[in-house]
T-cell receptor, first 114, second 114 residues
Framework: SQQGEEDPQALSIQEGENATMNCSYK?????LQWYRQNSGRGLVHLIL???NEREKHSGRLRVTLDTSKKSSSLLITASRAADTASYFC??????????????WGLGTSLAVNP | KAGVTQTPRYLIKTRGQQVTLSCSPI?????VSWYQQTPGQGLQFLFE???????NKGNFPGRFSGRQFSNSRSEMNVSTLELGDSALYLC?????????????FGPGTRLTVL
């Protein structure tokens, strides 16, 4: 099964509101990355947070990492219609075969209504 | 720097045929990863190549294969196509392997199997 699991699966908000999505993982990680995907296109990297970091900011984005709970959250503040996309987390961790690689979640679909 | 390019962008094949997809990474990147994305399964890791060697492989049948050339360009091949192979195939390049750093994605190749 996918290690990274985003929650919620879908989120619908109004422009100007904040959007929070969460990601959980199962094994220890080196880093955790968040990506955005607009409909049917390639993914775009948003933020990479390393296992020894607790919080990172990039513009309207804020990512937190709680290694004790094996979870991360992505907060988008003052959302815009252009933020409508799917958001994925990917954790660099060990898979079932003890290979270290990126393991992806199923994504959160965010709809920002004007 | 030019981004990751994938060719072709769209492809229609029939069951039983084979297909070859191509990916040119960002100049200087030595790692190329391939993913299959479908609405029901999300982003599924196929394989990763680094300096012409396969480093990691996902849980796909042997009909899916790939290779990387000395200029880091990569191809993936799917033989004996099945209807379930219809998907968006994404390639991503990075400087380092194993998810250590940011993945840069191409726009994808949308494969439809009839």
């Amino acid at each position: 099964s996918q290690q990274g699991e985003e929650d919620p699966q879908a989120l619908s908000i109004q422009e100007g509101e904040n959007a929070t999505m969460n990601c959980s993982y199962k094994t220890s990680i080196n880093n955790l990355q968040w990506y955005r995907q607009n409909s049917g296109r390639g993914l775009v990297h948003l933020i990479l947070i390393r296992s020894n970091e607790r919080e990172k900011h990039s513009g309207r984005l804020r990512v937190t990492l709680d290694t004790s709970k094996k979870s991360s959250s992505l907060l988008i503040t003052a959302s815009r219609a252009a933020d409508t996309a799917s958001y994925f987390c990917a954790s660099k961790s060990l898979d079932a075969g003890n290979n270290r690689k990126l393991i992806w979640g199923l994504g959160t679909s965010l709809a920002v209504n004007p | 720097k030019a981004g990751v390019t994938q060719t072709p962008r769209y492809l229609i094949k029939t069951r039983g045929q084979q297909v070859t997809l191509s990916c040119s990474p960002i100049s200087g990147h030595r790692s190329v990863s391939w993913y299959q994305q479908t609405p029901g399964q999300g982003l599924q890791f196929l394989f990763e190549y680094f300096s012409e060697t396969q480093r990691n492989k996902g849980n796909f049948p042997g009909r899916f294969s790939g290779r990387q050339f000395s200029n880091s360009r990569s191809e993936m091949n799917v033989s004996t196509l099945e209807l379930g192979d219809s998907a968006l195939y994404l390639c991503a390049s990075s400087f380092m392997a194993d998810g250590t750093d940011t993945q840069y994605f191409g726009p994808g190749t949308r494969l439809t199997v009839l």
